[in-house]
Every structure is written in structure tokens, then in C-alpha cells.
């Protein structure tokens, strides 16, 4: 038998959560280990924009002492990178609340952002006919 095919064979699964936002979608995969978080192989602390950043370390922070129990490798792709950052903001928040024993931090991440766990339903509207985008039409002059 191959060596590396029994130790990978004893490793537990990670558990996967989502996040999606308008066309991102994200999915973090949860090992236990010392609290790193790494965006599409990058550490959270050197993603940039930095807005971007703040606004996935906020699940984070609100965690507290739950994140250093857990690495979160965390996939994600399509979106713009606020739309990603939503995403991943949301994979990052389901995973430790569920993680996280009762209900308390749910109630945290919930009263500090109601879209960290249920998601924004907001899209696009879709662009019409008659003019260059979803509401605006070609103006008239009757001159």
C-alpha cells in the first residue's frame, strides 16, 4: 500500500460552507488549526483592496477566540471584488456560527450585519430596449 494514500486516507474532510453575492459565489473549507484565513491560496492579511479586506475581516473579528481554533481555506470566483468580498464574508460568518456552540454568536453576526448569514437578495436589473441601460431612456426635444 502507498504511504501517502493511508495518511490521506486518515485526514478528515473539511467541512465546506457557501457565501454568494450577486454572480460570486464562495465556498470555505474549515480544518482545525491556528486561525489563518486564506482567500484563493493568499492570507487574508495581504489581500487587497483593503476595504475588501475589512469587510471579510469583520466575521472574523465578531468570532473572537472561535477563529483560532480553525484554518479557513476559502475558494472564490466571478463578481467584482466587492461582490467577493461579500461572499467570502458570508462563507466566513456561516462557518462560525456553525462551528460555534448555541445560538449567541449567530445572534452577534446577525445584529452586526443582517446580511453576514441570510444574504442580499439585491441583482442587476436587467438593461431594455429604447435606451443604454435598465431605466434610462433617449431624451426628446420637440424643437
Do not use: C
Not at 493568499?42 to 469587510?55: D, F, Q
Amino acid at each position: 500500500m502507498v504511504k501517502g494514500a493511508s495518511q490521506a486516507a486518515k485526514q478528515p474532510k473539511p467541512k465546506l460552507y457557501s457565501g454568494a453575492r450577486k454572480t460570486a459565489r464562495a465556498t470555505a473549507a474549515v480544518t482545525s488549526g491556528i486561525g489563518r484565513i486564506r482567500i484563493n491560496g493568499t492570507p487574508l492579511e495581504i489581500w487587497e483592496p483593503e476595504v475588501a479586506r475589512m469587510h471579510i475581516m469583520a466575521p472574523a473579528a465578531i468570532a473572537g477566540e472561535a477563529r483560532e481554533k480553525y484554518d479557513l481555506d476559502v475558494s472564490v470566483s466571478g463578481g467584482g471584488f466587492m461582490s467577493q468580498a461579500d461572499a467570502v464574508a458570508m462563507a466566513v460568518a456561516r462557518a462560525y456560527s456553525d462551528l460555534s456552540k448555541g445560538g449567541e454568536m449567530r445572534e452577534k453576526m446577525r445584529a452586526y450585519n443582517k446580511y453576514l448569514l441570510s444574504g442580499d437578495p439585491r441583482q442587476a436589473e436587467p438593461k431594455k430596449f429604447g435606451g443604454p441601460g435598465a431605466r434610462r431612456r433617449r431624451q426628446k426635444s420637440y424643437r
